[in-house]
């Protein structure tokens, strides 16, 4: 069993940075799971441009928009995988309930968290998660934002109560999480 590392923070923090540096530093054998979907030309060139700097530097990587713990699974010869990113995970769920015209549910979505750290924790190495932290500014406006940072919240808090490391990320710097234990009195 291997260790599991969550990497939250804000957007353009340093998040997807910091724990590539991380998983390199583990082995020159590593796995990018990458969950972004193609959806225009802007999208596709700044793909292209992640995959050839990760490419540069030995990354094998796994186009994986869903099914995250089967590609986990799939990578058990790489000493380190990093899956980035979860919150784009979340939106690919919801977009696929709509387009089944289903409902996906904050128990629909840990389910599916318990699953992906199942298939962690089973990972003889390390993974690493990416994700955004989401709701810490405006409530949006409109129902279906709502859901959005709800799922992105309940997959964030799954995921990190069961890693072995969480890693805050702030204006580029890392701030370890510890779990507080209340002081009974």
Known sequence: MGKVILVTGGSRSGKSSWAQKTAESISPRRVFIATCPVIDDEM???????RQSRDEKNWHTIEEPLDIAGAIDSSHEFPAALVDCLTL???N????????????TETD??????????????HPGAVLFVTNEVGMGIIPENAQAR????????????????CDRVVLMISGL????????AVSG
Do not use: F
């Open 93 to 104: 769920l919801m977009y696929r309930a709509e387009k089944e015209n289903t409902a996906i």
């Open 109 to 122: 979505v840990a389910a599916e968290c318990r699953r992906v750290i199942d298939a962690a924790k089973r």
């Open 44 to 50: 596709r060139e700044r793909i292209r441009k992640h």
């Open 147 to 162: 859901l959005y940072r709800d799922l992105a919240g309940r997959c964030n808090q799954v995921i990190a109560e069961a």
């Open 174 to 181: 890392p701030l370890e999480m510890s779990r507080l234990t």
């Open 89 to 91: 995970w979340i939106n």
